[in-house]
């Protein structure tokens, strides 16, 4: 059922925002050189591994220097990129990984292998993050905030997975509505 709801839900979003996709993808073309799209390694459900879709909001070569946290003052961050992430645009081109299969609406935030590892180092209950499909949005998005520690965030991730329902689905993305102009969930880690 929630496979289902998530493939709908899906492309609705991709036919509402597609004017939005291509505005975008000509702005961040235009801004710097490289792709449109940025596609990080994550962690998928049952530890195994795929490529997750954002609009680049980056410089090309961002991850050069090895994986790190973005941080307010970023220089890293394009032009476009600024406004993108303000509005958590970056984010959409994920419906695709939805309808992939990858991800799902609503679940746990996936992560880069690189802080698995060391996450699951500080907590061995990290890995029940893994038992469901990492979500677009999730409880601690909007519970927690962009800026909410590592177990906050697990806290959050492991309260959802025991309380889910379609229910509380729909209540995250509602209230993902409202959090997305509000700059504290924006901001990097430092700030």
């Known amino acids: 059922m929630k496979r289902a709801f998530d493939c709908c839900a899906a492309l609705v979003g ?8 291509l505005v975008m993808a000509v702005w961040i073309k235009l801004d710097s050189p490289g792709p449109v799209f940025y596609r ?7 530890g195994g591994r795929f490529r997750i879709f954002k609009f680049r909001s980056m ?8 994986p790190s946290s973005t941080a307010g003052s970023d ?6 990129g600024h406004f993108i992430r303000r509005f958590k645009l970056d984010e959409l081109a994920q419906l695709l990984n939805v309808l992939i299969g ?18 699951q ?12 499909r990492a979500g677009i949005t999730g409880y601690a998005q909007v519970y927690g905030k ?10 959050f991730d492991l309260i959802y997975i ?30």
């Open 162 to 191: 025991k309380q889910y329902s379609l229910v509380l689905d729909v209540k995250i993305m509602i209230q993902t509505i409202k959090i997305l102009f509000d700059k504290v969930s924006s901001r990097g880690v430092d700030e």
């Open 59 to 66: 410089s090309q070569d961002a991850d050069r220097s090895g």
């Open 40 to 46: 990080g390694l994550r962690i998928a459900r049952g």
């Open 102 to 119: 990858d991800m799902s609406i609503v679940g746990p935030r996936p992560e880069r292998p690189f802080f698995v590892d060391q996450f």
């Open 14 to 21: 991709l036919v509402l925002t597609s004017p939005l996709f």
């Open 121 to 132: 180092e500080q907590n061995a209950h990290y890995t029940l993050r893994h038992n469901v």
């Open 146 to 155: 962009y800026a909410s520690d590592f177990a906050a965030k697990l806290n």
């Open 75 to 80: 220089t890293r961050v394009t032009r476009s």
